[in-house]
């Protein structure tokens, strides 16, 4: 059976997750408390915070020049140092994020509208729709609000399943449509990254976090 996920390592990703969106000088106070309790916990539950999986490295590959991070930093590279490269890789493949974790990072209101989405809206009304999501959320074009995606990105990947022959709103329909909304330009790599991170880590069993992804890329080629 496998152990829920502890709460402390819930507070160290949101933490993390936050820190992402307070770079800037003006909130260097707020960043410094939340990466200040960051390493706290880390230093108290390595293990726990280790459960996350590869959305640690997302956040942490995000936040690697923070100085103050560095205790995690140089954990992470004994984590990786301590074994081969390859066999850490593998660690990670077969350490998929729990979908709890993600889901942590969203707004239950914002999960329900995604989740009408793709059981009620129909395909051709998609785009009206993305942009219903967009009003509902007040997001700004090129404004810091669009971090929000990045979170949207990674809960669609890993936690939603679109029905195949369905005339709803497909994943990678709706996927198109968040990352042709992004033009934050730090944001938009972060959004791509959110849907092809698990790309890193292929495993064979697990080719419905890949399938949105491949809708896309093969769309492009297609046109």
């Known amino acids: ?34 990466l200040s309790l960051c390493v706290r916990i880390w230093e108290k539950q390595r293990d726990n915070c280790l459960d996350i999986g590869n959305e640690l490295i997302r956040l942490i590959t995000c936040l690697h020049e923070v100085p103050k991070l560095r205790p995690i930093n140089d954990g992470l590279m004994e984590y990786i140092n301590g074994q081969p490269l390859f066999k850490w890789l593998e660690e990670m493949r ?34 009206y729709y993305v942009k219903w999501l967009q009003d509902a959320l007040m997001i700004e074009a090129r404004r ?12 669609i990947t890993l936690n939603m399943r679109s029905e195949l022959g369905s005339r709803c709103v ?3 329909t709706l996927l198109k449509g968040i990352l042709s909304s992004v033009s934050h330009q730090v944001i938009q790599p972060l959004v791509w990254q959110a849907l092809y991170l698990d790309w890193l880590y292929f495993d064979p069993k697990l080719l419905p976090l890949y399938e949105p992804g491949y809708q896309l890329l093969f769309q492009a080629v297609d046109q």
């Not at 819930?10 to 909130?27: G, N, S, T, V, W």
């Not at 929000?148 to 809960?155: L, Q």
């Open 170 to 172: 497909q994943r990678h």
């Open 1 to 34: 059976m496998v152990s829920q996920p502890q709460f402390p390592s819930f507070i160290f990703l949101k933490c993390l997750r936050m820190a992402q969106e307070h770079l800037q000088d003006e909130y260097s106070q707020i960043k410094d408390l939340e």
């Open 94 to 127: 077969s350490s998929q994020t729990r979908n709890e974790y993600v889901a942590s990072l969203i707004p239950l209101s914002v999960e329900r509208k995604l989740d009408f989405m793709v059981m009620q809206v129909p395909h051709d009304a998609s785009l």
């Open 144 to 155: 810091d609000s669009e971090s929000i995606y990045i979170d949207i990105v990674r809960h």
